[in-house]
């Protein structure tokens, strides 16, 4: 809703300063890439050209995907089909007129369809305060100075959070190779367990689990034997079979402290494979699903499910449990295939995963948030990375690239001291994290704030001495209905010809 009219300003429609006119369609096969005029679509510069359709300073406003983005050019330019060129009386000011129709927030008015777009008649519609000309020039100045300062606190802000990025890595990076645990290692020397006690316990514990299996089946076998055989017969268990190291891989790698091992990380694991084949829906059932995208490094969102039909079929090991491992098998973006995090305490019990993600068991779950940062590790993730292949469109990996990674397995006691050394540091760039994303939102808030300043008049003062608005919307009205009768005069012109064309033919004919 428009506020008070200022002395000097006039109320008026969005309809009667503008038109909005389509822009026309030029495909991305027949663009000149190497031309100076800008091509654009609904999110801004989509390409280059060497030719113009409209000539600059242009405001292009978006008419299909990015409906009601607004962005401003200053050279000629091709705005194409999924857009609006704007057609403004030269009485108001461009740059005024781009910073008010950004204030409208004209995403406001898009249609609810497949592809969201902008009807221009609801945006006509809309009432607009114009001041008088002299003062349109003050307040983009100001807005333009404010917007300065903004900018400059948002980079700073932006540069930041890509140094915490940086920062998380090389702490990953330390941790993986003794660095950050060197002090405690040296401290507790005599105390340390040998890497290979630790894993003849864990080989010990994946023996102990299978034969549990083993009897599981067994007694399950004998209540099918003792319902005469109804049913399908219980599948045996098969065993787990861990790969051997491949040495070539370690080399990859950055050297480690003595006293830690390279293993095959199928070593740690009682089982490692996709989940099921169902297709989910997203009607709420017993079945609960997480998709392929609510995994990404570190992070599990528990909330990003689906769910499978009622009367599903799927096995006991589709069901994940506490501390287990999911990596993303398949993405159409290299940098989410292969991203691993460990499932935490107070998850769903009834929660499955899809044949798009892998589900590794560990044997000693203790080690999951170790797995979990290691497979984080920028040097680790890279490996993977190498190993993708394509696959229609996407990037996909299989068990092999993720069971047969080298993993240093190391004192229980220094490993969880590596875990807590990582989980503080993250902690503190976490929260820092949060710090900036709340500060970028306030920047955006504030940036809102000026325009709806600058729009009501509160943001430079006024001057007795400018020519008010009303005079200026005289001008307008008066321009634009020159403007259509010259168009009218035009149109009468064309549609003469052909009657012309034919008395001449009267004429000649006999």
Known sequence: MVGQVLSGWVKTKVGEIYEFAYGKGLVKKVRKETGPYPVYGSNGI?????????????VIVGRKGAAGA?????????????????????VVDLKFSYYLLKSLRLKQFETSTAIPGLNRDDAYRLDILIPPFNEQKRIVAKIEELFSELDNGIAALKTAREQLKVYRQAVLKHAFEGKLTAQWRAE???????PEQLLARIQQEREARYQQQLEQW????????A?????????????YKPAPLVNDLTKQLPAIPNGWKWISFSELLFSIRG???????????????????SIRAGKLNLEDVRYLPEGSKVSSEDYLEYSDLLFSRLNGTLEFVGVCASVPSGFPQNLLYPDRLYCAKLVDSDMASFCEYY???PVVRGNIEKKAKSTAGHKRIS???ISEQPIPILDKGELRELVKSISEKFSFVEKLQQEIETSLLEAETLRQSILKKAFSGQLVPQDPNDEPASELLARIQAEKAANARKKAAAKSKVSAKPAARRGNLSRVTP
Do not use: M
Not at 188 to 194: A, I, M, P, Y
Not at 227 to 233: I, L, Q
Not at 275 to 293: A, K, M, N, Q
């Open 218 to 225: 067994k007694t399950a076998v004998k209540e099918w034997e």
């Open 275 to 293: 989940g099921t084949t169902v297709p989910p829906i997203d009607i709420s059932t017993e079945f609960p699903i997480l998709r392929s995208s």
């Open 70 to 90: 607004v962005h401003y050019c200053n050279d000629n330019c091709w705005p194409i089909d999924t857009t609006y060129f704007i057609n403004s009386i030269n």
């Open 375 to 377: 497979f984080s590790n």
């Open 46 to 58: 989509v390409g280059y050209h060497d030719e113009y359709i409209v000539p600059g300073p242009k």
């Open 227 to 239: 319902n005469c055989k109804e049913g399908k017969k219980p599948s045996k268990p098969k065993k």
């Open 399 to 401: 068990i092999p690239d």
């Open 188 to 194: 507790n020397q005599d105390k340390l367990e040998s």
